[in-house]
């Protein structure tokens, strides 16, 4: 079947005949989908790829402009603890390097040293001086704790082996938050004495406040073990367990994604502290960092779509148009194609005709003459028997020479007149002297014509013997294919500003697809045993010799209709 | 009696020419047959016939060629076109050349000999 239909479409389009005319419907179809395949890919393969493409450089731009900030703050924030630490170690290291144990074994030294301290220090709480074995040996602040001992606690070795301590955060006595640090005064004897003290972590809120994100986020600071160091919105109070995994790592900033209480996404940013195992914690959940790309996402997905229907409706409208407008292109130059084909056929088929009648008259010429001197001779003499006989054949040679001439003349186009006669003239009038002489079959046979002619129709000119004939043999045929009864409707009208149309619409027995196509040619009669089948050969001779043209369609059983247009004013004569 | 009337009949058709001319004389008319231009030319030079019955197809000189030159010379001579070979472009040819009428064989020779009588009458009146 498909490969059929490709041998089809390489032909030329003039060799198209009735019996392709399924193909060539489906050339059409087949035109029409191949258009609208083209155009879609041609228009949709490079937006979708472009869409795409912004797609992915949208989303990578929005996640490194909404992480980035959440990274800096984190670091930042873990940089202010560092330089905060580093400043509060820096303060305790100078005051154990400017003054010996002795002096800061004296207990009222040492509270001129805190005093001192406090008042350019904010968040000191307390200082004291530990020995060699533990023991604190002098103390300033608000407790009862010269004389106790650290000798067994962790810090403490811790500060002998590194020189300098930051805790974690720890309840103290009066049960709030505290941090203690620590540094080491090694002497050059190898013996060492420590200089503790312990801040407050109202600081620490005051830093981690700066790392404001929104509404939604949270900062918090934690220990290596995960015990919140401050106070967090979603994981609890200084010293609970956070729920997050700790991500302790010693150098930089990390993010990681994880799911927060009540299963939501977080982004969080994990910034370590150098000089205590703390890690800054900012995080923000996904959905807020993320609402403006699904957004942007949203609206480029919608604009996208709609894009996308705006150019599927527009190549299907398109090609729909362009495809009828060539189709009916085609049609047209078909149609007009066939007309010039049956013209050409009906006009060669009368030179032919005209040319047999043109050899056929002169031997009947002489049959003719012979037999009228056989005739002049025969009636002349007096004293022949068989006169009566020979009379009887003359005549009926010579009648059917008078046959023959009438089929040869009227062949010829020959009517009485030689010459087309142009004058103005009524087409309605014509029409109605031609109805004149048919009236009375018509009334006889109770055949209704209605005359539905144009008032106004505008004078032409033409020959009115000639119209008449032509109006003759179309009404003798409308009324003889039409049953008792049968209606023949004549209308009249201006058809452009150049032409008038007369249609002869009978509804009688019509014509077969096939009649129809020889209707015109000579000798072509459905009238068994008599017609000559010349009449409308003749009628269409005529009508090309008066400029004009006629149309038929018909419809077996329904009837036919003639439709006829002459010019107003001819421009030339046609030649017969 | 009047004086008979001569009658030139000029056709290539031989058969016909001779048996026409022959019903013709029967009814009292004098003829003369010529079978082609040169022959028809000569004889009206020799003799001036009442009237021309003139074919129009023929070989050599053909009937439109005659009839310009007998209308040329003698114009007072009617012609009348005789011919199977008849097409409008050919009547309405031979009328413009000068020709009386024209007919189409096979033609009625009463309806011939009402033409002749005409064309005379025609000629004889200017």
């Known amino acids: ?576 | 009696m009047s004086k008979k009337v001569n009658i030139l009949i000029v056709d290539d058709e031989e058969e016909f020419a001779i048996t026409l001319a022959e019903r013709l004389n029967l009814r009292g008319y004098n003829t003369r047959v010529e079978n082609d231009g040169e022959g028809a030319l000569n004889a009206v030079n020799t003799s001036l016939p009442d009237v021309v019955v003139l074919d129009v197809k023929m070989p050599g000189i053909d009937g439109f060629e005659v009839l310009k030159r007998i209308k040329s010379e003698y114009p007072q001579v009617p012609v009348i076109l005789l011919t199977g070979h008849g097409a409008t472009k050919d009547g309405i040819k031979g009328m413009e050349l000068g020709a009386y009428d024209y007919l189409i064989k096979p033609v009625d020779i009463t309806e011939l000999i009402e033409k002749m009588d005409s064309a005379i009458e025609a000629s004889k009146r200017k």
């Open chain 1, 1 to 576: 079947m498909s490969i059929n239909q490709e041998n089809r479409s390489k032909k030329p389009i003039n060799a198209y005949t009735f019996d392709e005319f399924e193909g060539v419907e489906g050339r059409y179809k087949k035109l029409k989908r191949n258009m609208r395949i083209i155009m879609l890919l041609v228009s949709l393969v490079p937006l979708s790829i472009m869409a795409l493409i912004n797609y992915n450089e949208y989303k990578r731009n929005l996640k490194t402009e909404i992480l980035t900030p959440l990274r800096n703050l984190a670091s930042k924030a873990a940089h202010s603890f560092d330089l905060y630490l580093e400043e509060r170690l820096s303060t305790i290291r100078f005051i154990a390097f400017a003054h010996n144990l002795k002096e800061l074994s004296e207990e009222n030294n040492l509270k001129h040293i805190f005093w001192a301290l406090s008042s350019q220090y904010k968040g000191f709480i307390d200082l004291g001086v530990i020995d060699e074995n533990g023991v604190q040996v002098s103390y300033a602040g608000p407790y009862k704790l010269k004389g106790k001992i650290y000798a067994q606690q962790t810090w403490f070795q811790e500060v002998i082996i590194k020189g300098i301590y930051v805790s974690d955060v720890f309840l103290g006595y009066r049960k709030f938050p505290h941090v203690a640090i620590a540094v080491l005064r090694r002497r050059e004897d190898g013996s060492f004495w420590i200089l503790r003290a312990t801040l407050d972590t109202k600081k620490f809120e005051d830093l981690i406040g700066a790392v404001y994100l929104g509404p939604d986020s949270d900062a918090f600071l934690i220990n290596k073990n995960g015990i919140l160091q401050t106070p967090s919105r979603y994981y609890g109070n200084v010293l609970e367990k956070c729920s997050l995994p700790v991500s302790l790592t010693p150098t930089g900033t990390q993010l990681t994604k994880a799911k927060g209480p009540g299963n939501q996404e977080l982004i969080v940013a994990y910034a370590p502290i150098k000089h205590a195992e703390y890690i800054v914690v900012a995080l923000r959940p996904v959905s807020v960092l993320l609402k403006s790309w699904y957004t942007l996402k949203g609206e480029m997905f919608f604009v996208l779509f709609l894009g996308l229907i705006g150019i599927i409706l527009a190549v299907v409208r398109l090609t729909d148009l362009m495809v009828k407008r060539i189709q009916a292109a085609d049609a047209k130059r078909e149609a007009a194609f066939r007309q010039l084909q049956h013209s050409h056929k009906l006009s060669s088929i009368g030179k032919l005709a005209a040319g047999v009648a043109h050899e056929i008259n002169n031997p009947m010429a002489i049959i003719n003459e012979k037999a009228g001197l056989m005739r002049d001779i025969v009636e002349s003499s007096e004293n022949f028997n068989q006169k009566e006989k020979f009379l009887e054949l003359i005549n009926s040679i010579l009648e059917s020479v008078d046959r023959m001439k009438n089929i040869t003349h009227r062949l010829l186009g020959f009517a009485k007149r030689i010459e087309v006669q142009f004058e103005e003239l009524n087409i309605n009038d014509v029409i109605k002297e031609v109805l004149g002489f048919l009236e009375k079959e018509a009334l006889y046979r109770n055949i209704e014509i209605r005359l539905q002619l144009d008032v106004n129709l505008p004078r032409i000119y033409s020959d009115r013997g000639q119209l008449q004939q032509v109006f003759l043999n179309i009404l003798t045929n409308s009324i003889e294919a039409v049953q008792e009864d049968g209606l023949i409707i004549i209308t009249t009208w201006q058809e452009g500003a150049e032409k008038i149309g007369i249609s002869i619409q009978d509804n009688g027995c019509g014509m077969s697809k096939e009649t129809l196509e020889h209707i015109f040619e000579p000798f072509f009669t459905t009238k068994k045993g008599y017609g000559t089948g010349l009449g409308l050969s003749i009628t269409y001779g005529i009508i090309k010799k008066l400029g004009g043209d006629i149309y038929v369609t018909s419809k077996e059983s329904v009837g036919t209709t003639f439709t006829l247009f002459f010019p107003i004013k001819p421009k030339n004569v046609v030649e017969g």
